[in-house]
């Protein structure tokens, strides 16, 4: 694989996620024991031979089974599964109004608190300091359970020993 390649496979991966295209946009499955080994390739959706580039926009992140299956279909109905892979990249993404692409790390919302035609809907009636203390409290209780969990071993683990000591269990 080039350089470029490499580079916009990895540019893929981060914007829309890892794992195969075709799979993820439920064109067709791997299935069985290839479907634990499969390697990631980048798949150009705008063939090289006709002035195709490895960019994001070109590319699509396809497992090797995949990409071989891929090739062997006629022109056409690989153009098919190109488009299809097109179409699920473009619901995918979530686009800027100057049309460029950006990863989840990039977005920002707008604060519609300031708006006047917003309805805000609370989702809990608790303030900020309020669900605060209460994943504390919560913090607090999964480390009690931790600890009881572990005595309650170490108990076991005594009465056992006495037994064994008290020839009442023989192993």
């Given amino acids: ?88 990249k473009a619901n995918f993404l979530t686009m800027k109004g100057n049309g460029k692409i950006e990863d989840s790390g990039q977005l920002t919302f707008p604060d519609l608190t300031k708006r006047e035609d917003c309805i805000i809907i609370k989702a809990y009636d608790t303030t900020k300091e309020q669900y605060e203390e209460l994943q504390k409290q919560k913090q607090e209780r999964e480390k009690k359970q931790r600890f009881n969990r572990s005595k309650e071993k170490q108990k076991l683990q005594q009465l056992i020993d006495e037994l064994i000591d008290e020839g009442e269990i023989e192993l």
């Avoid at 890892?18 to 067709?28: H, K, L, Q, T």
């Fill in 1 to 88: 694989m080039s350089k470029k390649n490499s580079k916009a496979r990895k540019a893929l991966k981060r914007i829309y996620g890892d794992g195969c295209f075709v799979e993820r946009a439920g064109i067709r499955k791997i299935t069985g024991y290839k479907k634990d080994a499969h390697m990631i390739t980048y798949h150009h959706l705008r063939h090289q031979s006709e002035g195709g580039k490895a960019t994001v926009e070109n590319g699509a992140n396809v497992a090797l089974e995949n990409h071989e299956w891929l090739h062997t279909l006629p022109r056409k109905e690989e153009e098919k599964v190109n488009d299809a892979i097109r179409e699920w």
